[in-house]
């Protein structure tokens, strides 16, 4: 090897060195970066006429789990759909209270069996009825404003599920993007590390609003469908549209065409996801079973 070679292989030893600190600090630095993982720095034996030249670097990888990733994505679904069902029906306990207090629906029904039993154990009395028919009337009120306040939640799901349904179509647009500049970057053998990494945290975000699996293309892009196998995402995004009801009644329903239902369209194809059971998990399936299921029963009841 002459002089010059072996003072080539030392510098691209140097230089392999030198970016490997810099994935290091990078990592450092970023330790506490929401969405950031962990780089590493993969060098390969430079060649040249089949003699080894120095060494090469290549771009900088991610160290993940796929595996793991959709499981958490899975429990991300399973958690926001749980939360926000539980914050919804805790607003309906507290409306119906505890039944030793006299405040809850409990409490004015035996009121009201308390003033029946006195009417007829004093059949005559004026004050007797007039305290039953005040009653009655307290008793009605309080489940006509129950009975309001339920329609109410079913609305503001109607909201949500319209404001989820916009943020969706916003992510599926910003994976698209980031998809795009990942095939470009790794085609030209540029490091996509941040750019992984920031197209992770908009399918994390969008796995918070519906159950999502995502499939690898040997280009660096993503694949997204729901659960169900629906497509989102292939090369361009889907588009997802919800027909919003600004008014609901007791007898809105989805099968009735009462309140909105979620559809995918494709070109011409339009999809009712709704009817097809697609959206299985999420923080939209959390409140589509708040709208079309808890909240009827409990307003039936």
């Known amino acids: 090897m002459s002089l010059s070679s072996a003072l080539g292989a030392a510098m691209s030893g140097l230089n392999v060195s030198q970016a490997g600190i810099d994935v290091t600090s990078r990592n450092i630095a970023n330790a506490g970066t929401p969405g950031y993982t962990r780089k590493v720095q ?50 309906i306990d507290r409306m119906f209270g505890t039944p030793d207090s006299n405040s809850s629906i409990a409490g004015s029904i035996s009121a009201l069996a308390t003033m029946l039993q006195e009417l007829a154990d004093n059949p005559e009395s004026d004050a007797a009825r007039q305290s039953l028919l005040g009653e009655a009337g ?92 629906q497509l989102l995402l292939d090369r361009t995004p889907v588009e997802l549209a919800f027909d919003e009801r600004t008014q609901i009644d007791a007898t809105s329903t989805h099968e009735n065409g009462g309140v909105g239902t979620i559809r995918l369209i494709s070109g011409s194809n339009s999809i009712d996801l709704m009817a097809a059971g697609a959206i299985r998990s999420g923080a939209l399936a959390g409140y589509i079973e708040m709208r079309d299921e808890v909240l009827t029963q409990a307003q039936t009841q």
């Open 42 to 91: 993969n060098q390969v034996n430079a060649l040249a006429g089949g003699e080894g030249i120095g060494v090469r670097r290549e771009a900088a990888q991610r160290q993940i789990d796929t595996f793991l990733q959709q499981q958490l994505r899975t429990s991300t679904a399973s958690a926001a759909s749980l939360n926000l069902k539980s914050a919804m029906l805790g607003r």
């Open 138 to 229: 307290n008793l009605a009120a309080k489940m006509n404003t129950m009975s309001d306040t339920i329609q109410d939640m079913r609305l503001e799901a109607e909201r949500n599920i319209a404001d989820g349904v916009e943020q969706a179509n916003a992510l599926l647009k910003t994976i698209a993007d980031v998809n795009n500049q990942i095939a470009q970057r790794q085609a030209g053998n540029q490091s996509v590390g941040d750019l992984q990494d920031k197209r992770d945290m908009a399918i994390d975000e969008l796995s918070r609003l519906m159950d999502v699996k995502v499939g690898n293309r040997d280009d660096g892009t993503v694949t997204v469908f729901t659960s169900g196998g």
